[in-house]
């Protein structure tokens, strides 16, 4: 087999091989663009590219896995690495090679690891954050006789269909409005109707409005012009209540149609409770612009998980896979080991979702998160579950701990949950002021986790353990919750 799709043929894509003998070294890179080269494949990116050396040269090489040998050809070299495509595969490595079950896994830009074996993905992820914790954070782990322990990565017993929201930009195509996904490292939108990740609802919901849509003549954004009106379906489905959202996301206020548009759409999708619209007009990859209007129905639709509902609305967080994230929020619950009588803190804490976990089994919350609106479901959340001991404030996390600081809040246990940057130097130092005797770290990138648990050790605090979390399985992407004890 070759290429992780397996129905690649060889090269097939390349006129231009290597000319036969080995070209001069320019500026010590020895290799150029275009040139077919062997290599053993040592490890692999967070994008899930092999890691390659080639005469002392590191080649990122498409499609290739960890202990295989493979023929690839070089696509791009810069001055300490270059990238490569594998055209061919050589010698096998440790068998955990998979066929992709996903017919566009090789155009599309969504899944990294689908040729990888589900349990040599979990492996994978978890020698990815030790990695990062010895090289990045200085830290000693268990595998090497430290006394961090890093535990085997906790993944589904199903991981397919896990993904309760899909963002779908929407764009022009031969027939006229196409929806689908950005290929691979290009703004360009290939139309979609099944995504194996996803859930079936989602996929339904975003069918119905890409086909009305089309009936009432809407017209889709253009990238490259700014004209045109669709820019991303947003759909949003809860599993325990089987509510559904529609945030559709223009390029202006007006939509010819609105009304028609809706009746159409809860036509052919029952438990649709919500069709909002967000305007941006802004030419940006962002998603979201700042204007959020309900065309139709609810604002919010309801969720629960373990025993708590939330209110979810167009553009607070929630996160996206709703089996793992029980297990991940137990963890955080587990390392933060209350009795009843704590005071916490949440940091970043969305809409409040671990905190309404943490209230449950604690004297009090405080949560702060950097969205109002967020803050409003968290407030919202707290009230429909009846929940009094916790408190909300909005604001940068790193400008509202040193106010509760200075307001003499005394938090037994901090609970941060960042995003990808990690935390704010700030944010840290006041941490270490403020002493809890526990801190539970949730993150999703382990290398900003390794830089934020070695200042905290350097505070005063030691890593007890940390538990990789599969929250988004066949991407590159892992998730940690990690325990932090004061030294004395
Ligand atoms: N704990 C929540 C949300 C985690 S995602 C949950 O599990 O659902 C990270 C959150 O941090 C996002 O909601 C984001 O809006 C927020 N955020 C980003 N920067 C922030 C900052 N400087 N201060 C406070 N919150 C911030």
């Not at 696509?75 to 079950?101: D, H, N, Q």
């Not at 890093?150 to 929806?179: E, S």
């Not at 005071?343 to 950097?370: K, N």
């Not at 130097?425 to 070695?454: F, G, H, K, Q």
Request: one cysteine or more; charged letters at 25%; aromatic letters at 6%.
């Amino acid at each position: 087999m070759s290429g992780r799709s397996g129905n690649r043929k060889p090269g097939n894509r390349s006129g231009r091989v290597s000319s036969g003998g080995a070209p001069q070294a320019i500026n010590g890179v020895p290799v150029v663009v275009g040139q077919r080269i062997e290599c053993h494949i040592v490890g692999l990116t967070h994008d899930g590219e092999g890691v390659g050396r080639f005469e002392g040269y590191t080649l990122f090489v498409r499609d290739a896995l960890p202990g295989e040998r493979v023929q690839a050809e070089v696509v791009s070299i810069g001055k300490s690495f270059g990238k490569a495509r594998m055209t061919e595969l050589l010698e096998s490595g440790t068998g955990s090679r998979v066929a992709p079950p996903c017919p566009i896994y090789d155009t599309c830009g969504g899944c990294q690891l689908q040729h990888m074996a589900y349990a040599e993905q979990l492996r994978w992820k978890r020698q990815h954050v030790v990695d990062n914790l010895v090289r990045i954070g200085k830290l000693k782990v268990a595998d090497d006789g430290g006394s961090v322990i890093v535990h085997p990565t906790i993944g589904m017993d199903d991981p397919w269909r896990y993904r309760n929201k899909a963002q779908v930009p929407i764009g022009h195509g031969v027939g006229g409005l196409i929806g689908g996904f950005y290929e691979q490292g290009s703004n360009d939108i290939v139309e979609m109707d099944a995504c194996l990740i996803q859930e079936v609802e989602n996929e339904e919901t975003v069918r119905a409005v890409k086909e009305a849509a089309r009936l009432l003549d809407i017209p889709a954004y253009n990238r490259v012009t700014g004209r045109g009106l669709l820019r991303h379906v947003v759909v949003r489905h809860a599993r325990t209540t089987g509510q559904r959202m529609i945030v559709l996301v223009t390029n202006g206020r007006d939509i010819p149609h609105a009304q028609e548009l809706v009746g159409l759409i809860r036509e052919k999708i029952a438990g649709v409770v919500s069709v909002c619209q967000n305007v941006n007009t802004l030419v940006t990859p962002v998603v979201f612009g700042e204007e959020t209007r309900v065309l139709w129905g609810e604002e919010v639709i309801y969720d629960e998980i373990d025993g708590i509902q939330f209110a979810i609305s167009p553009r607070s967080f929630f996160q996206v896979n709703p089996e793992q994230t029980v297990r991940l929020y137990g963890k955080a619950v587990e390392y933060a080991a209350l009795t009843g009588d704590e005071t916490v803190i949440d940091a970043y804490c969305g809409a409040g979702t671990i905190s309404l976990f943490l209230a449950r089994h604690a004297d009090r919350v405080y949560g702060v998160e950097i969205i109002p609106e967020a803050i409003e479901d968290a407030r919202r959340n707290a009230r429909i579950n009846g929940i009094q001991n916790a408190e909300f404030a909005v604001g940068p996390a790193e400008v509202v701990m040193p106010r509760w600081q200075s307001e003499g809040i005394v938090p037994d246990v901090i609970v941060v949950d960042p995003p990808r940057k990690g935390c704010d130097p700030i944010l840290i130092s006041t941490m270490l002021e403020l002493r809890p005797s526990r801190i539970v770290y949730v993150s999703c990138n382990p290398s900003t986790l390794a830089r934020d648990l070695r200042l905290l050790e350097d505070g005063g605090y030691r890593t007890v353990e940390v538990q990789p979390v599969d929250m988004f399985p066949h991407t590159g992407h892992v998730e940690c919750c990690s325990l932090l004890v004061r030294k004395n």
